[in-house]
Structures are given as C-alpha cells and as structure tokens.
C-alpha cells in the first residue's frame, strides 16, 4: 500500500524490494539492529534480572515471553528479549524456551550475571524442587526467585473478600445485573432508554462471570435484584468496596511501573495498607457521601443497621490487611528487606545515620559474594565504602533535600571513591518487582499475532515485537544502521534500482555471473 502511495507521488522506488518477503527481511534487520544495541550494553553491565512470562497466542499455542534488566550506574533499562513457543508449558521446556531465548538474544554466559528471576505465582514456574525458577538457578543459589508483587496483590485481594458475606452478596447483584442486560437485547436496549430519558450517561455491565443459566422469571429476577440494590447496608458496603479497590488499584499501578523496584513496592503496600486500615475509623470519600442519607440518586433506601455495618466493614478490612501482610510475609525478612536500602524514603534524619544499613549491607554481601567475585567486585571494600557513602551524602545536605535523591545522582557524585558498593546498588536495582512489562508485551502480541496472522512463525512473531516494543517512533527513526548490517549480510551486492523486464521469451544465454539474466535493465 505504502510503495502504490510513493509511485503516485512520482517516487522511484524500484521494485527489486517492494514486497512482502522483502518487507520481511527489512523488520528482520531493523530488530537485529535493536538486538546489537541491547547485547553491547548487557555486554558492558555487570548484573541482569529476568522477567519470564506465558500466555496463549491466536494459535492456542504457549508462548513463552522473557524480558531483561539491567542497571549501570544507577540507570534502570528493561529490554524485551524475545519470544518463544512451547510444546508442551512443563517446567522443563519452558527453562528451556527461556535459555534458549537468553543464549540467542543476549549471550551465552547470561547466568553468570544472573541476580533475579521474576515470574507469576504458577506452581510450574515457583515450584522448589523442579519449578523452572529451580531449573534456571541450578547452581546458584545467590540467584533470587521473585514472585510478581502486582500477582501477590490480586490473590491477596482474592482470598480477603473470599468469605465475607457482604462481598457475596454485592457480587451477587453485579452478576445479576450482567446477566439481566448482557444476555438480552430487549433489556438492554431498555435501559438505554431509561438512562436516556434520566439524561444520564449509560453504564453498561461489560463483563463477569460466565452465567450457568438464566432465570425465565425476569419479573421476579428483576425484583430481587431491586431489593438487594435498595438495601441501604449493601449500598454503603458498595462504597467502602469502592474506596478499598481504588487505594488497591493504585496500588497495582504503582508495582507494574517499569522501573519500580521492590523498595518502592514496599514503600507503597505500607502506605495502601495503612489508608486501608485507617477506613475502619475514618470513611473514604465514597461511603462518607452516603453515611448521613437515606436516599441515593432520588430512591429512598431501607434502613441500616449501624452495627451490622460497622461489623461488615471491620471485617473485611482486617480480612484484606491480613491476606496482604501474609502474601508480603517474604519481604519483611532476608535479602528482600535488607534490599529496601535502595529506596532513599526508608533513610533516616543525619543524626541517626552512624549505624544505618551497615547489618543490611553486610547480609546482602553475604548473599551475592559469588555473583560480586564474578564480577570483578572487591567485597571487601564494599563495607568502608558504604560508610564513606553515607557520610558524603549527609555532609551535602542529604537529608535537606539538597540536591536530587535518585542512584543516578549519586553515581555521579560518588562513583568515582565508592565504585564497590555503587555496583551492589547496581545489583539490586536490576530486580524487577513484576512481570508487568510481559503482561504489556503479550498485550501487543495478540494485535500482531492475531486470528488472521495465526501462522507467523517464532522468528518473525520475534522480529515484529523487538521492532515495535524496541525501535523509536517513525519519526525519530534513523535506518542507517540497520541499513548497514542488511548490507553486509547480502551474499551479493544490493541493487535496489534493478527491475526485470518480461520478453516474450528468454534468451538462450541463461544468466550473467553477477545473478542477472540478459532481460534485466538498470534504471
């Protein structure tokens, strides 16, 4: 479409390389470009995490997505890797898929700077003894096994609203509803109509559970539907609901940034849970709007018992903060806590510095010695330098905010006298807190892999996602270097401006020895 748009505008193209395996060769080229870019900078780190993901494609096929951190003088950078499908999502092909992926995509001594593996929650992927965080440790048990916060947060969502009654009973309505508009058309038309002559905008239910049946008595249906909707008690557990999932929601947001590190993860679950506990003295904004009321939206509700609610709402706080305190049990213990020395909120005042962090440094070098020596990394240093560290930042007003609190700064302040223990920093900001950047990757994925496109194979499935997640927009793009590595790797030399001519018939001479046949003419 694009070269019939250039030759209308009188472009001369050729047509030597306007076509589809052409089209295909050009992304292939474009990606490796990228590929080149993230291998030489991997290259020159030290320390890199890996963030592994599966998910089905258009195909129904496991495909396996592995994306790679890296930080090198305080500066985070996650790259996609590639893409790779799996016969069969067992622990032992999807190690291999993920290796396979690292060797060609990265290099293939990828382990030995290995500091992290972050993955979901599966048992295939977490197991102890054969899971596929197991198989890709191997021998190296300073490699940390870190299970998605942004998951722990949703199972930890899960199992606090699992038993309660009023939960079960708000969902029961929002099912309902689903159910009643969703499967009819007569109905939703309906309430399209009503929203319209309310002059309110339409919410639509968009999606649930999948309903098993669908009660043929939709007078009685919708009645006691109306009844729970008018109890005064499921309204204000509505709004609490609402408070609770908005502090939660941003909450998830803040773990699935690119650059968050489990620091700052935990730096953010204590403060949502503390907001979340303080509900149960003090209202959020949506139920504090419906506490002194007895209608909502002009329709007089049923009376409340004040009690009860208080009982529904203390329970399900103290159900949540306790399903979250014990999925995030592993992060207030071992390395994960002493790694919260990355995130400047957890430094105190000057006065209280002396003996700061010295017990968490020490327990991380005690853990990462064979990666640091692998590394070239003088641990020995690392707890003199970590002191002089401490004492230059608070001597240039550290703590008054003098200048910008980020690991890049410090770098550039400090690498110079503190290059040891500015490498563990390095070390520990390669950790990524989730598998947030699979998620987004697969997201793109299933628009390039669609139900149309179904049959692209892993390699070009590869190319077409390091181009697009990777390469710069089309107005910041520069193919000159990928210009040059499709040029080197011809086995003979391009001629974009050669087109070949269709005689009546061929001459008996064959073909030239530069490839061409007696009917080729340059332009």
Same mark, same amino acid.
């Given at each position: @479409? ?21 089209? %295909? ?25 890996? @963030? ?11 495909? +396996? ?59 295939? !992927? ?22 998605? !916060? ?15 009654? !009023?939960?079960?009973?708000?969902? +029961?309505? #929002? ?79 803040? #773990? ?92 105190? +005042? ?71 223990? #500015? ?21 793109? !994925? ?28 089309? %107005? ?44 080729? +003419?340059?332009?």
């Amino acid at each position: @479409m694009y070269f019939s748009v250039d030759r209308k505008k009188g472009l001369k193209i050729g047509e030597t390389y306007t076509n589809d395996y052409q089209a %295909k060769e050009f992304i292939h080229y474009i990606a490796e470009d990228e590929r080149r870019k993230m291998r030489a900078r991997l290259s020159d780190g030290k320390f890199i995490s890996v @963030m592994s993901d599966g998910s089905l494609d258009s195909a129904v096929m496991e495909e +396996e997505m592995v994306y790679v951190r890296s930080a090198s003088e305080g500066k985070v950078k996650v790259d996609f890797v590639g893409v790779k499908a799996v016969s069969k999502p067992d622990a032992t092909n999807i190690a291999e898929a993920v290796c396979s992926i690292m060797e060609s995509g990265v290099s293939t001594d990828w382990k030995n700077k290995l500091v992290a593996i972050t993955t979901d929650g599966a048992s295939v !992927m977490t197991g102890v003894n054969n899971g596929v965080v197991a198989k890709l440790r191997a021998d190296r048990p300073n490699v940390l096994g870190i299970h998605c !916060m942004a998951h722990k947060l949703e199972l930890a969502f899960s199992d606090g609203i699992r038993k309660n009654v !009023m939960a079960r009973k708000v969902e +029961e309505l #929002l099912s309902g509803l689903y159910t009643l508009y969703h499967k009819s058309g007569v109905n939703r038309a309906s309430l399209k109509q009503h929203f319209r002559e309310l002059h309110m905008k339409a919410l639509m239910p968009t999606r649930s559970q999948e309903a098993t049946n669908v009660n043929a008595v939709l007078r009685a249906k919708t009645k006691g539907l109306l009844n729970i909707g008018k109890d005064g008690g499921v309204l204000r557990f509505c709004c609490l609901l609402h408070d609770t999932i908005y502090q939660l929601s941003n909450l998830s947001k803040s #773990l699935q940034r690119s650059v968050s590190t489990v620091a700052e993860a935990q730096s953010c679950l204590s403060s949502t849970q503390a907001v979340i506990e303080k509900y149960k003295s003090r209202p959020g904004p949506k139920l504090r709007a419906v506490l002194d009321t007895d209608t909502y939206e002009g329709v007089l509700l049923r009376p409340t018992d004040a009690d009860r609610h208080d009982k529904a709402k203390n329970e399900l706080i103290d159900s949540l903060c306790r399903c979250i305190t014990a999925r995030f049990s592993d992060v207030n213990s071992g390395v994960l806590q002493a790694m919260r020395l990355t995130s400047f909120q957890y430094w105190p +005042e000057a006065d209280t510095s002396s003996d700061f962090g010295d017990e968490e440094v020490n327990k991380l070098i005690s853990h990462f010695r064979p990666l640091f020596l692998s590394a070239g990394v003088d641990v020995e240093l690392i707890p003199d330098q970590w002191t002089i560290l401490k004492t230059e930042l608070y001597t240039a007003g550290f703590s008054q905010g003098n200048f910008e609190q980020t690991w890049p700064t410090v770098n550039r302040m400090l690498r110079y006298r503190c290059p040891d223990v #500015l490498d563990l920093f390095d070390a520990l900001l390669t950790i990524p807190a989730t598998t947030a950047d699979c998620e987004r990757g697969f997201s793109v !994925m299933k628009q390039v892999k669609s139900d149309w496109r179904s049959r692209l194979k892993g390699e070009t499935l590869s190319d077409l996602l390091k181009t697009q997640l990777c390469s710069p927009d089309i %107005k910041d793009f520069d193919p000159t270097k990928a210009i040059e590595i499709w040029h080197a790797d011809g086995l003979r030399s391009r001629r974009p401006d050669f087109v070949r001519k269709h005689g009546p018939k061929e001459t008996e001479g064959g073909s030239d020895s530069d490839g061409t046949t007696s009917e080729e +003419e340059e332009l």
